[in-house]
């Protein structure tokens, strides 16, 4: 029986619920890549903690990443298993009078690199006609993908977004994906069209476990919305991460027609029967079929004037419940899954939301897209935020956030949010000073044994697992004391401070255990630090250095504002000792350098400072650091800068630092690099090594010394903007997104150990430091630049713009509000605020 709504049907049903038909998107574009480079394009669309979904540069969605896992290259196929492929598909039906009717996949070319196969081209629909023609733009979260054929008489623009609010942690953790597929009519005269959206029912496989399953697709219309209810057989286990729901809907004007299922046949023939139908009028009848993973349809028929464009939209919502935990197959749930019942729940609440949200994340993304900042900064701080987006970071029904370092294709990669990883990273905090708030709960909370050891790895589930391995990383435990320090001051919360003080206290305190890392208490780290280079270094480094002077001047800042004189006068004595010795002891003129000390048997350790015991030779440690000049040497005081703590050591030596850095690691070209680990930059890309050594190496360094990666080319970059040498820094950013150009890796997933990793957020430190941007919510002040221009700003709970003439300022909030007691331009003065709250929309000028 034939299933379509008639055109007056369908008009009503739309009244309440849709505008987008006939409205354009307006989306806003920071970089535009042609059609050599978006082949390796997949810029992921879904909500934090919520899974993904990616936009391809050539039009396809790939990577179905919404069942709690990490899925790169799953394309769930019709029908479970075969060579043709059938994968999830948008088309377009076109009809010109007195032709014809044709239809095309609303996609571009198929990359070359599926070509070869067993059985011929390995991508996803390869045999169906596209566009010839397919160009990339995109302002993350959103994407466009421009599609454009001589031999059609439309232009198709894909684009796909998901809602993205800096402040706005619920309403950024949204598990869908908006699609919008605008068309314009390039002929002179009317034609007619229908867009049909494919996905085949694949709950139960997550492209790595589970199977396909004889699933049921419902077809159900309710205010306004309509499209097809994605659910789980009886077959399926409700308590899998495979076991949920999803669906596939639009609001818009037209005539909707849909299939439940494809009718089954051997070879091609079950996609050769549903092109035919497709194709005779561009609605589609029902079919019957008992087939596993069943594909199911839904199309919208409309007509076009000549030269008129249509914002077509449909929608991907999901809600898959279940997760597992790091190591263990305990079910730590999704949070974002217990605000809804199933998939329909979320498209029934959300998407009747999607203009005003769609506006808000207009708001922020022109507001930073537009200000003075350096386009490379701003293509590094924006594109490195979709990670945070990915099955990279969850959280947990029980209300906890945490994070993988990367994510392999099919699992996660380095478990328990990792510290002296997550430490580099300082996106969240002034996007969403909640969830970083959260983040410290959890290590300050529930990762420190009695000792005051915060365990570096943090296992799951938290109240019974999360003290359980058993290891300190001297970088990653300094980091988190900085970071609490970050998050009460972008927040202004005295009580987030005092909540867990005595565990911030504690945990500088165990620096000062015997066998530790400074048992002799002198403001140095002598003792065996297990650090981000997964080995340990014995004996003062300047990592681990900064580090620890970073951490002791952000308690002793602590410690003075709760009243306790003497601690803090104890981390002050001990920052001044620590940092006289290391100008004296390891600045060897041009950089800082390690002092390599044995540590001779491991009766001389701490217990849980040392990870493999058997890598300790007594006299002669592998894996140090010892004279080489190492990348990120100076990160303590990167982070020391964005915190306002001042400089650490004398600044002439950091200055120094960074030339010795862009001296010695800088390679312009790594061809006739020998490099014996991984291979993040090779060929002729341009890029700074992990470590040098223009004097004495030792035999076997730390591991990863002759590798690039990212994350730490970041922070080098960010240090030489904080000094000043801003061509420098932003050559560094240029050379990594040169790398990261869509032709030979995809510009939304930076990678490390896994893919979209989070080290590489640190890139929202170059906002910072070319801005100027600091903000005290404790004590209610603000900082900028004097250079002219507009900038954005963002604490984590309130963002707007700031712009800065002559000796004056216009400060506007665009969200949130903001409290202000004082108000300073570098090098021009402060200006006193009489307790001003500003709210959202309102500006103030400010003149100094």
């Not at 390796?40 to 936009?55: H, K």
């Not at 709960?441 to 109240?463: H, S, T």
């Not at 990383?473 to 909540?499: N, P, T, V």
Request: charged residues 25%; hydrophobic residues 35%.
């Amino acid at each position: 029986m034939i299933r379509r709504l008639t055109y007056a049907l369908a008009i009503l049903l739309c009244i309440a619920g849709s505008l987008f038909a006939q409205q354009t998107n307006d989306w806003p574009v920071l970089k535009a890549y042609d059609q050599e480079h978006t082949g390796r394009i997949a810029m992921p669309v879904g909500g934090i903690g919520t899974g993904t979904i990616s936009l391809s540069g050539y039009g396809a969605l790939v990577d179905w990443e919404i069942m709690s896992r990490p899925a790169k290259g799953f394309n769930p196929q019709y029908a479970g298993v075969g060579v043709i492929n059938r994968a999830p598909f948008f088309s377009i039906y076109i009809k010109e009078e007195n032709k014809e009717g044709q239809a095309v996949l609303m996609e571009g070319p198929v990359p070359d690199y599926y070509d070869e196969g067993f059985y011929g081209s390995k991508a996803p629909n390869h045999g169906l006609p596209r566009f010839d023609e397919a160009t990339f733009q995109t302002a993350y979260p959103f994407g466009q993908v421009l599609l454009r054929d001589k031999k059609l008489p439309v232009e198709v623009t894909v684009g796909a977004f998901n809602p993205l609010i800096p402040g706005n942690t619920d309403e950024s953790s949204l598990p869908l994906a908006v699609l919008s597929y605008k068309v314009k009519n390039t002929s002179s005269k009317a034609i007619t069209i229908s867009l049909a959206g494919n996905i085949p029912n694949f709950i139960g496989f997550d492209g790595k476990e589970g199977k396909a399953y004889p699933n049921v697709n419902t077809y159900k219309e309710e205010n306004g919305l309509m499209g097809i209810h994605y659910t789980a057989g009886t077959d399926v286990d409700t308590s899998t991460t495979q076991w949920g729901t999803f669906s596939l809907t639009t609001n818009c004007k037209g005539e909707v027609s849909y299939r439940t299922c494809w009718k089954p046949g051997e070879w091609g023939n079950s996609t050769l029967e549903f092109w035919d139908d497709y194709t005779d009028d561009g609605v589609l009848e029902e079919r019957t079929s008992e087939q596993k993973s069943n594909m199911g349809s839904l199309a919208l028929k409309t007509t076009l004037a000549a030269g008129e464009e249509k914002d077509i939209r449909f929608y991907v919502t999901w809600n898959f419940p279940n997760r597992n935990g790091f190591n263990n197959k305990e079910n730590v749930g999704n949070y974002y899954a217990t605000q809804y019942n199933d998939s329909w729940e979320v498209a029934q609440k959300v998407i009747p939301k999607i203009p005003e949200l769609e506006e808000k994340t207009k708001t922020f993304v022109n507001a930073f897209i537009n200000s003075d900042i350096p386009p490379i900064i701003k293509e590094a701080a924006l594109f490195n935020l979709a990670h945070f987006r990915t099955q990279l970071a969850f959280k947990t029904k029980f209300g906890y956030y945490h994070g993988w370092e990367g994510i392999k294709d099919n699992e996660g990669s380095g478990t328990g949010t990792c510290t002296h990883v997550w430490n580099y990273e300082q996106t969240i905090p002034f996007l969403f000073g909640d969830v970083a708030q959260n983040m410290r709960e959890v290590e300050f909370a529930y990762a420190m044994d009695d000792r005051g050891m915060m365990n570096y790895r943090i296992n799951l589930p938290l109240k019974t697992k999360g003290t359980s391995f058993s290891l300190g990383a001297a970088d990653g435990q300094m980091g988190c004391i900085m970071k609490y320090y970050r998050e009460w001051q972008l927040s202004g919360d005295d009580a987030f401070l005092k909540k867990n003080w005595s565990s911030v206290k504690k945990a500088m305190e165990f620096c000062w255990i015997p066998k530790g890392w400074d048992p002799d208490k002198d403001g140095v780290m002598e003792g065996s630090q297990h650090n981000t280079m997964d080995v340990e270094y014995y004996g003062p480094n300047p990592q681990m250095g900064f580090w620890y002077l970073g951490a002791l001047r952000a308690t002793e800042e602590m410690a003075n504002y709760l009243g306790e004189k003497d601690f803090a006068k104890t981390c002050r004595s001990l920052y001044e000792n620590g940092s006289a010795w290391m100008d004296k002891n390891l600045f060897n003129g041009e950089y800082y350098i390690q002092e390599i000390v044995p540590p001779m048997h491991l009766d001389s350790i701490a217990n849980g400072l040392i990870r493999v015991k058997r890598r300790l030779v007594a006299d002669d440690p592998q894996y140090q650091l010892g004279e080489g000049c190492l990348v990120d040497q100076l990160v303590g005081q990167v982070m020391a800068h964005i915190l306002d703590l001042g400089y650490l050591t004398d600044k002439d030596n950091i200055t120094k630092t960074n030339e010795s850095i862009l001296k010695y690691n800088y390679r312009d070209n790594l061809l006739k690099h020998p490099n014996f680990m991984r291979s993040y930059a090779y060929k002729n890309e341009s890029a700074l090594l992990m470590a040098d050594y223009p004097r004495v190496r030792p035999k076997q360094p730390f591991p990863y010394f002759t590798e690039v990666m990212t994350g730490f080319e970041h922070t080098a970059a960010v240090s030489m903007l904080y000094e000043g040498q801003t061509e420098e820094g932003l050559r560094t950013i240029q050379d990594i997104r040169n790398r990261y150009d869509g032709k030979k890796r995809n510009p939304f997933n930076e990678a490390e150990y896994g893919h979209h990793y989070a080290r590489s957020m640190m890139a929202w430190g170059g906002v910072i430091a070319t801005t100027g941007f600091q903000y005290s919510g404790v004590k209610k002040t603000m900082r900028f630049t004097s250079k002219p221009g507009t900038y954005f700003w963002s604490n984590g709970y309130s963002w707007g713009t700031c712009e800065v003439k002559d000796g004056e300022a216009i400060l506007k909030v665009l969200y949130g509000q903001l409290e202000l007691d004082s108000f300073s331009l570098e090098g021009r003065g402060t200006k006193k605020i009489k307790s001003k709250t500003i709210h959202s929309t309102e500006k103030i000028n400010i003149k100094l």
